[in-house]
Structures are given as C-alpha cells and as structure tokens.
C-alpha cells in the first residue's frame, strides 16, 4: 500500500508553479475581497460568530438551525490556501491561511472543543472540510499544537455518539461520518488505537442507520453509501455527487488502517461504479447536484466534484496500487479542472460542461436552478461550495504527484516537482521536469550525498501505445507490472531516469456524439468570445468583476461519419503558462461540416427546481442554452470544412462533443 509524503516534503515547479502562482493571485489570494461569505471571519476564533442570513445558501434545503454552510466553504478555501502556499512558496498566502488556523484551535474551548459555539452539538461535516486544512498545515510545518488540538477536539465525545444521533436533513446528515477521515489520520500519526476504534465503531453504527431506506424520500436515499450499497451491483446510483465521493472513499481509507478487504472491495466497486454509469469525457462524473448520467451532451457537474472526485480516487490508489487511478485523476485535472476556470484563476464556474458555447445569467441548462447564472465563470454572487473547493484540485494534485511505499517511491501522476524525503535514513531529492501532459517526455534527477537503494515506480498511462525509459542516456528494457515501470536500483548523485510514451489520436463515441482525444489531454473547438462585464460583484472589486461570454465565431459543426479518420495532429510550442490558449500550439485539424439546423436552444418559462429533486416551477424569464448533441442526416449538413481543436483545459467556450453526420447507407 502506498501513503502520501509530508507536504513539506514537495514543491511545484514549472508550469504547475505558475498555475498556483496564478490562484495566489487570483481568487485564492482575494476572496475576502470578492463576495459573500468568505468575508466574514468564518474560523477565526470567534466563538459568537453568527451567521448572516444572505450568507447561509444550501440550494433550497433548510439549514437555518446550525447555519454550517459558510463554515464549510470557508473550509474548503483555506485547505486549498494552505496548500497552495505551501507548495509555491507563497509566504504571503501561507500567512493569510494560518490567521483561519491558530486562532481557532488557541481559541479552543476547555474540553477540546474547535470551532463556533452554536455547532458544538450540531453538524460536524464542516469540521471535516476545514481540519483538512489543518492537516496540511501540520504537515507543512511539523506543528505538534494543531495535532494535540485535533486529539483533544475528538476524544471529548464519541463519534459513535454523535453519528447516532443525526441532525438536519438526511442528505446531509449522512456526511457526519466523514469524520473518520481525520479521527484515521490522528491515528496513523500517533497509533493511538482509541481513534482506530472510535472510527470503527462510528462507521458500524453509520452502515446500520443508513442501510435502510424505506422510509426515506427519493432524494435522501442513502443506503447506496454503506457498505452493502458500495458492493451492490444491480442499479444505477443517482445519489449526491459529492457525497458520493466523500463517503464512499472513506471505505478505502479504512482498508488502509486495517487491512480488511470488505472495505477494500467496497470502495473500488462504488467507484467502478461510478466510472461506468456517470463520466463524462472531460474526466469528471456528472452531477448537478445529483450523478445524472452521462448519455447525453447536457449531461454537467459540479466544480465541487472536481476536487473530491480527485481527492477519493487518490485514496484507491493507496490501497490498490492501481495505475487506473492515476489516469482518472490526470483526466479530471488537465480538462475537467482547467476547463472550469478561467486563465486568470479570477472565475469559475459551479456547473461545467464538455459544450458550451454561452455563459452568461441565463445559461444553465441543468435543471437545478435552470436558467440562472449558475455556468457563468463570474457569476452575479459566489455560489459557494464551489466557489471554495476549487482553490483545492491542483494543489491536491501537485501534492500527490508523488506517493510512498514500503520500498520506495511512485510517481502517480506526472507533474513538475522536486521531492526531498528520507529513504532508509539517507537524504534524496528528485526533481521531475516536464510540461505533461502536454508533452510525453519525463525527466527525473537524483541528488544525494551516498547511493540510495530503493524501487522507483513509474506509472504508464492506459493510453500508451509504446513506452520508452532510458537510465543516463541508456535504454531500459521496459516491463509493465500493474501498470508501473518498476526501476530497483541504487540511485546515485547525478542519476538521471527518463520516461516518455507515444500516443495517438482517438475519436470517442459518448453522450450521443462524438470526441477528440490524445493521451491525457480532450480537444475541443474553440469558439471565439465576446466578454461583456455586466457590473461587479457583491464587494465591487473591480478587478473581479461580473461578466457574461458570448459565442462569436461558428461553432456548430457536426463530423460526418466516413471521415472519423480524416484528422491531423499539429505538435506546436507550449509555454510556461499551457493552459492559457495564447502559449498553447497544440491542435488537431479534423473534417467537419456545419449545421445551421444545430442552434442556440432558446426558452422561456421553463421549469426549474430550486431542490435538486424537487418540483418544477416556471422560470419567468427568457435564457439561451448550448444545445444538446444529436445526430444530423447527411443533407442536413453543409460543405466539408477544416476546424482547428485545441486542448479542452484552455478554452471556456467550446464544443467537446460532436453531432454525428450519419451518411445515407447507415441510416
């Protein structure tokens, strides 16, 4: 099994660097400057805090009585602030993180007690957000206070006790278990084996109270997220996306502590799952709100499962080894993730989507909250949850690139980095350059006084045709084991280990069309932008503001159905920023066709749910949708064409699924 490295034992470099050089700059450096409610002082220390009620949002259910929700978006951000900090040397950004740390655990009630007054007895799934934050905190500086703080905070009462007796709505009350993620991290840094029990305990009585559903309404089934749920096969889960994700991990994270294969069994099937019923080809499952499958083009998720769809995954390959898990990643990543922010790191969006050819206050197109600025990048007030977790997918990305086994060391997924850590009690640094998934080439040097002995594992992406690895100018005779180019040596000062793989274009058929792929990377069409700043948002910061995009260049072309081969890949430069359009030269040339009968689906008094589940109720107004993916006949279609591709990751308006020209002897 393989265990994350300190943070303090990792650093960004090159292009994963400027990305969070970027967010510093951005929102993850300024969103107490841009909107409600990450301007209040959520985590402070202040015991009394209340909650205004314009910065209590949760999407039509009610959580009035313990007003969690700022507490849990607040979380989100400082996570994601701590470890962008960290990892870029942003002394400034470290800063700003640890004034929403140490007040509040020196701010401690006497029996260990963390956090606001009025939520001691109540949810405890914010808690969980935000002492992710404080983990990485401790593990950037070694800060024995924040570990003796979550000690305390966690032996005070039972999480037994507190799981068994569940408050608010069910779907959310069902994510108090998510505690054990941290009550399992105190207890593999301290193997005391009160916290082992105390999670054991706390997840039986979990799988007891939420194994039976029948009482439970449609929207607040939660049996899909026990144990006997996660190795049941005979349905399609429409649970929640996000609570999906953060409670079925916890199953993988158990096996870790204790070996027990049930738990093993049950996360990777809950997720095999998921991969097959709910991905979308951008790499992330979809949900809005709810997985809603992935057989057709309107099909979105939040930005929100980006983070902790990476985030879970990351714990499979923990316990399995399994190189699968690294592709999921570098897919939701490098398109999902780049795709749903904007290249400044200034805006994002809470609903994305692999078309979408306008983004403005009128065109989401899911059914939650339909017609309202919801796939906006600048929206006209943050819709938070989202607007705090996408501080975390690439810092949690960058920070576990690389994992650690028994023997060594395994470069799960590929990004610039430098690594120092101990090996057998010797000192070694390794810096990896590359521009992947951009380029396929990785360069891996070795630094240490005395030769180390120990086993680099080197992850071979699924879409490899050929791999290479060559040992200081050297071929290597390359075996594959479980997805891995294993490399036992001795590695010396001044070693270096290259890696590189060949790739191909493919055509993929999903969600009713079809899409463009090569290695890591989705391609898309670009359409052309028309940016219009309709004002600023809620602080009036004008360098944040409010804006809508609007397509203007052609977009609706389909792919006529004899020239799915007809295509070209174009190797331009890259730059130091890849996911900004302007240094990326990379395209695809591919045969196309327009189709004038595809066009901007235009409403008006729709239904829209204000629950995700709930009834429809009219909208009131007028709102422009990306239309979904369907198949033309070839008269349909006008003269054939060259259209450019570009990576999906830089672009914000876009077309990733493609109509299908059918020709006339398939129809």
């Known amino acids: 099994m393989y265990r994350e490295l300190k943070l303090r034992e990792i650093e960004a470099r090159g292009w994963v660097k400027k990305f969070l050089e970027n967010q510093a700059k951005g929102l993850t450096g300024e969103m107490g400057k841009v909107g409600k409610p990450f301007v209040s002082a959520y985590w402070e220390g202040d ?25 849990e978006q607040n979380g989100y951000w400082i996570d994601g602030m701590v470890r962008c900090g960290w990892l870029s040397g942003n002394a400034k950004l470290i800063k700003q993180a640890e004034n929403k740390i140490y007040p509040a655990i020196q701010n401690a009630d006497e029996d260990g007690y963390i956090g606001p007054a009025f939520l001691k007895d109540g949810m405890t799934w914010a808690h969980t957000v935000y002492f992710r934050a404080l983990i990485a905190e401790y593990e950037a500086t070694g800060d024995s206070s924040i570990l ?12 037994k006790e507190r799981i068994s007796s569940p408050s608010g709505a069910r779907i959310i009350a069902v994510r108090d278990i998510a505690e054990i993620e941290i009550a399992l991290w105190i207890y593999g840094e301290t193997a005391d084996e009160r916290f082992l ?13 939420y194994s039976d559903d029948t009482s439970a309404p449609p929207e607040a089934k939660m049996r899909d997220l026990t144990v006997k749920g996660m190795l049941c096969n005979r349905k399609v889960n429409r649970n929640h996306g996000v609570t999906y994700h953060e409670i079925c991990k916890l199953a993988a994270i158990l096996h870790l502590y204790t070996g027990k294969e049930v738990y093993k069994k049950a996360a990777v099937n809950a997720f095999d799952k998921l991969y097959r019923d709910q991905m979308l080809i951008d790499g992330v499952n979809s949900s809005t709100e709810y997985l809603n499958g992935n057989y057709h083009s309107h099909a979105a998720h ?35 993730g780049l795709g749903a922010v904007d ?18 206050d009128t065109s989401n197109h899911a059914y939650f909250y339909r017609g309202e600025d919801w796939m906006s990048y600048a929206p006209k007030k943050f819709l938070s949850c989202c607007a705090g977790n996408v501080h975390r997918f690439m810092p949690n990305f960058a920070a ?43 360069r891996f040097r070795f630094f240490s006084e005395l030769s180390v002995k120990f086993l680099l594992a080197l992850r071979v992406p699924c879409w490899a045709l050929h791999t290479s690895v060559t040992i200081n100018g050297k071929e290597y005779p390359v075996q594959i084991e479980n997805g891995f180019v294993n490399l036992k040596r001795d590695f010396a000062n001044g070693d270096e280990v290259i890696i590189s793989f060949e790739d191909r274009v493919e ?48 977009w609706n072309f389909g792919i006529q159905e004899r020239c799915l081969n007809a295509i070209s890949f174009h190797d331009g430069s890259v730059g130091d920023e890849p996911w900004r359009q302007s240094e990326n030269n990379l395209s695809i040339t591919v045969s196309a066709r327009e189709l004038k009968g595809w066009k901007l689906q235009r409403v ?62 398939s129809i």
């Open 343 to 360: 290249d400044d790191f200034k805006g994002q969006q809470y609903f994305s989507c692999p078309n979408q050819v306008i983004a403005d």
């Open 400 to 442: 576990r690139s690389w994992m650690r086994s028994d023997d060594g060391l395994a470069a799960f997924v590929y990004a610039p980095t430098k690594v120092e850590t101990e090996i057998d009690g010797r000192k070694i640094k390794i810096i990896e350059d590359t521009m992947y998934p951009f380029e396929n080439i990785v």
């Open 197 to 209: 029990q105390m999670s054991e305990e706390a997840y039986a009585v979990f799988n007891d109270i």
């Open 507 to 554: 055509m993929i058929e999903n969600a009713r069309g079809i899409s463009v792929k090569k290695g890591a990377l989705l391609y898309a069409l670009p359409v052309k932008e028309k940016c219009v700043v309709k004002g600023l948002r809620d602080q009036g910061n004008v360098a944040f503001p409010h804006y809508a995009l609007y397509a203007d260049s052609k």
């Open 604 to 665: 008006k008094n729709c239904l829209a749910r204000t629950i995700p589940r709930g009834k429809g109720c009219p909208m009131r107004h007028e709102a422009q949708f990306t239309p979904k993916v369907k198949t033309f006949r070839d008269a349909e279609a006008g003269e054939e064409s060259q259209i450019r591709l570009v990576p999906y990751g830089t672009t914000r308006l876009r077309i990733a699924i493609f109509p299908l020209i059918k020709n006339k002897e």
């Open 47 to 71: 015991k009394n805090l209340t909650v205004a009620e314009d910065e209590n949002f949760l999407g039509g259910l009610n959580c009035a009585d313990d007003a969690w929700t700022p507490f």
């Open 148 to 159: 003796e703080a979550l000690k305390k905070h966690f032996l005070r009462v039972p999480l």
């Open 302 to 336: 939040e930005t929100c499962d980006i983070s902790d769809f990476t985030w879970a995954v990351g714990y499979l390959f923990m316990i399995t080894g399994d190189a699968k898990y690294g592709d999921w990643v570098e897919n939701a990543v490098f398109n999902a």
